[in-house]
């Protein structure tokens, strides 16, 4: 099962660093994947040596993964692409040597006309490989200077370009007209509704496998023909499938609101002997966000929805739970003998459906559906976090800016690093926002500031992250679980 493991992280790890890293390095791949692979091959070779019953010592474990990130980081700054660094710009991939975009004369005087002084005083046309950018004075409310401009650009240039309005350099306002790069492509076939039914009914089929085998641990293969045993596997299999799919519409859904062009959930089957029957679902957005409240809507959107189900199917999987005593060798994942003190929120739903019962010296064997519920507490934290592309990198992305948002996304993965000393559930992860790049794509109009109420929720949405990932201190653990 180890090794396993050790297979499945190396995937994971290999698809983060090919397919997203690479953009923003010239260091080689597999050199950043050796790197990061170098302390989980550590630990496996240690036990594997040793076995269980000798630990691995902590200052090894804590200082691999601090030279192993340290030197990740250095290799990934010290040897960026040039069109990858952060700037002020539109970021675009560029070909060798490119050369700038032009205009005509004629073409360039028609562009000065999309920019009624009263709008955007226009005092400069620069001429980059990547985009035409206009800078000026901004002299109207941005969202109205943005759409009159756009409106303009395309009557006098058609589709021919994208309007994107950043903000730059001494916080100031600019235009950029980037190369439509979907004009000349042929049309996609956009929702593949087969792919999503084969993928969907493949990972109901593997997490009811899941969740037979959480509720009879001692299956083996054989035991799977037996229909009876199968039904065991349906109440984890719903539950953690409706908590997915809702997470994954509510991101399709506001993007089809915005006419955001995005393909239909899918699920990411993972047969046994992996516990949980699947790796997630997710959706690919084909088109620009339009503004940051599009942005923001959308990212908060997953999360909230998957939320909203998760806690009433979480309560009742623990009122359907049993209390159990500590285990002489208690485990961190053990869903037999599972600590209710390894999250603040867990712990306060769970005193909500033991008032009286739970103590300290307890434990809780989670029922199949708890066992979903908590998973969907775990996809909503960590789709929360601020980095990025991920759900919560969008979230401070509208709330904060495009740079800010990346600034958060670099303190975050430092954090989370450091938190994983207090909360073990979370060193994978900072490992993983370490690949992760902390810049968000832009918005087509990424100066539109969110109104207050997405600013509160936004504020909300960070503080139930919390909730979700911080242990529940020993003192308030003492005054829930005594009291009543």
């Not at 099962?1 to 890293?21: A, P």
Request: aromatic share 10%.
């Amino acid at each position: 099962m180890i090794w396993f493991s050790l297979l499945l992280l190396g995937l994971l790890l290999y698809f983060i660093v090919q397919y997203s890293v690479v953009y923003v390095t010239q260091t080689p791949w597999w050199v950043l994947w050796a790197i990061l692979m170098a302390p989980a091959v550590l630990m496996v070779g240690w036990v594997s040596a040793n076995g269980t019953e000798d630990p691995i010592p902590p200052p090894l474990v804590i200082g691999s993964f601090l030279m192993s990130s340290i030197l990740y980081v250095a290799l990934v700054r010290l040897n960026p692409k040039r069109s990858a660094s952060p700037s002020s710009e539109p970021q675009i991939k560029t070909m060798p040597e490119p050369q700038p975009l032009s205009l005509t004369k004629a073409e360039e005087s028609q562009l000065q006309t999309c920019f009624p002084w009263s709008t955007y005083f226009l005092q400069k046309i620069d001429y980059k490989p990547q985009a035409i950018i206009c800078r000026g004075q901004l002299k109207a409310q941005a969202n109205a200077a943005y759409q009159t401009i756009r409106d303009n650009v395309r009557q006098q240039f058609g589709d021919r370009y994208l309007v994107i309005f950043q903000v730059g350099a001494q916080n100031q306002p600019f235009f950029a007209l980037v190369p439509d790069p979907q004009r000349n492509r042929k049309a996609r076939q956009l929702t593949r509704p087969v792919l999503a039914l084969g993928l969907l009914f493949a990972t109901f089929i593997t997490t009811t496998l899941a969740g037979a085998k959480l509720v009879m641990p001692e299956l083996t293969w054989q035991s799977f023909t037996d229909l009876s045993v199968l039904r065991g596997g349906l109440p984890y299999a719903i539950a953690i499938m409706l908590i997915l799919g809702i997470h994954e519409s509510g991101h399709y859904l506001t993007a089809r609101f915005y006419k955001i062009k995005a393909t239909l959930p899918y699920f990411i089957p993972m047969p046994p002997p992996f516990s949980f029957g699947t790796f997630g679902a997710f959706i690919q957005m084909r088109s620009p966000v339009p503004n940051r409240t599009a942005l923001f809507d959308i990212g908060l959107a997953g999360p909230l929805a998957g939320f909203v189900v998760t806690m009433p199917l979480l309560t009742w999987g623990l009122m359907h739970s049993s209390l159990t005593s500590i285990p002489t060798q208690p485990s961190l994942l053990d869903t037999n003998a599972f600590n209710p003190s390894i999250s603040i929120l867990f712990a306060l739903i769970s005193k909500a459906a033991f008032p009286t019962e739970l103590t300290m010296a307890q434990m809780i064997d989670l029922h199949p559906v708890a066992i979903a519920g908590w998973l969907g507490l775990i996809v909503t934290a960590l789709n929360l976090m601020p980095v990025g592309q991920l759900d919560g990198g969008h979230i401070v992305h509208a709330m904060f800016g495009h740079r800010n948002g990346a600034i958060i996304g670099q303190v975050t993965r430092l954090l989370v690093l450091l938190l994983s000393f207090i909360q073990p559930l979370l060193l994978l992860w900072a490992i993983i926002l370490l690949c992760l790049p902390a810049i968000d794509e832009p918005a087509l109009n990424d100066v539109s500031e969110l109104d207050n109420r997405r600013d509160l929720l936004g504020l909300v949405s960070l503080a139930l992250l919390l909730l979700i990932i911080l242990p529940l201190p020993h003192s308030l653990a003492h005054l829930l679980f005594e009291m009543g």
